[in-house]
């Protein structure tokens, strides 16, 4: 089926890599559909797949809010985690979405990104983890911050006890997971042309009353800027993990 291209504005047919023949711009993937295209066929086992948000602080219309975007999505919240593995080798992998409340980080966002990072220490297996956030989820309140704590606590642990954590960014990947977990991974890869930082170009201009330069909080700046290890294209990137998981772990230098 033809969709639009908001980029180039052309009507043009989607493969499996999400990614417009015209002018190379980069879809959003489904969790299944990233899943799909790193994993090995039929490895991946879901966790937590039955957690969903609540409303903490009693905002009227968060519940209401909640089930249109399970709805919309097709997603119980705006991550997704599990265990897979890559040309044999065993990953815990979590999957953000933007679909879902623009992949927003409340309290059981959270709580799956930080049992994912566990989940990788306690088997001693690299974690992987897909960003693409707009940030904290304000409709929580003080639970929502909290995460940015515990995801970066988890993080740490990992550090720890040795586990390769490998970042994914992808477009967008902002506000409050930028400032937590996504900048914490061992390697930290990205999607070509994503937008990656904390606050919005707007906002920024408007508080330094400066013009940001040209590219300014895309993937090829921040990797200019050190903030990225390296771009990757889809295409390239289960050939990439692969070859991090092997080189990260006592049996890849085995098998060197």
Do not use: W
């Amino acid at each position: 089926m033809a969709v639009l291209c908001p980029q180039c504005q052309k009507e043009v047919e989607l493969d499996a890599l999400g990614i417009c023949p015209s002018c190379s711009y980069y879809f959003p993937l489904t969790p299944k559909q990233r899943i799909s295209l790193i994993a090995d066929p039929s490895s991946f086992v879901e966790m937590a797949g039955e957690m969903r948000s609540v409303n903490p602080i009693s905002l009227e219309g968060y519940e209401d809010k909640l089930k249109e975007n399970e709805k919309k999505s097709s997603l119980n919240d705006a991550v997704t985690i599990g265990r897979c593995t890559i040309e044999g080798d065993p990953v815990v992998v979590g999957v953000m979405s933007f679909s879902f409340m623009g992949g927003s980080m409340g309290s059981v966002v959270g709580e799956k990104i930080t049992q994912a990072m566990l989940e990788g220490a306690l088997s001693n297996q690299p974690v992987i983890l897909f960003t693409a956030s707009g940030g904290a989820r304000m409709q929580e309140g003080i639970f929502s911050l909290m995460q940015m704590a515990k995801t970066a606590s988890a993080a740490a642990l990992l550090e720890e006890t040795h586990t390769p954590l490998f970042l994914v960014l992808t477009n967008p990947t902002t506000g409050g997971v930028t400032a937590s977990f996504a900048m914490l991974g061992d390697v930290i890869l990205a999607e070509p042309g994503a937008i990656i930082g904390f606050a919005g170009p707007r906002v920024i201009e408007g508080t330094i009353k400066e013009k940001l330069p040209e590219g300014f909080q895309r993937s090829e700046f921040q990797m200019q800027k050190g903030f990225v290890d390296a771009m990757v294209e889809r295409s390239q990137l289960r050939e990439t993990l692969s070859f991090l998981i092997k080189t990260h772990s006592k049996r890849g230098f085995e098998h060197a």
